[in-house]
Nanobody, 126 residues
Framework: QLQASGGGSVQAGGSLRLSCEAFGRRFNRYRAVMGWFRQAPGKEREFVAA????????HYADSVKGRSTISRDNAKLTVDLQMNRLTHDDTAVYYC???????????????????WGQGTLVTVSS
């Protein structure tokens, strides 16, 4: 079970830090890939960032690359997404997801992830 937090309202140009806590069933995190996705009103869910838990290797969507950082904490079992220089286009519900058995296809594909959090709303105002 994943629990996302940290969403809220922010002005354009500002920053937010989203956090995802994995608790409950202790899956083998060393096989897991953790990802952040987002869904804006009327749009499909899209990939934002992912991190391979075992080696910390990261992947980013072009739209957030260079202004976002995904990280994980082994002790706290959390995955954070730091987003800077936010724009109105970043407004969406953000979801934390886990591919508990790793990725067999494309790391950016939502279908690769078998566990999802409830989502946290990020609203960027101009």
């Amino acid at each position: 079970q994943l629990q996302a937090s940290g969403g809220g309202s922010v002005q354009a140009g500002g920053s937010l830090r989203l956090s995802c806590e994995a608790f409950g069933r202790r899956f083998n995190r060393y096989r897991a890939v953790m990802g952040w996705f987002r869904q804006a009103p009327g749009k499909e869910r899209e990939f934002v960032a992912a991190i391979i838990w075992s080696d910390g290797n990261t992947h980013y969507a072009d739209s957030v690359k260079g202004r976002s950082t995904i990280s994980r904490d082994n002790a706290k079992l959390t995955v954070d997404l730091q987003m800077n220089r936010l724009t109105h286009d970043d407004t969406a519900v953000y979801y934390c997801a886990a591919a508990t058995g790793g990725i067999s296809g494309t790391i950016r594909s939502p279908s690769e992830y078998n566990s999802w959090g409830q989502g946290t709303l990020v609203t960027v105002s101009s």
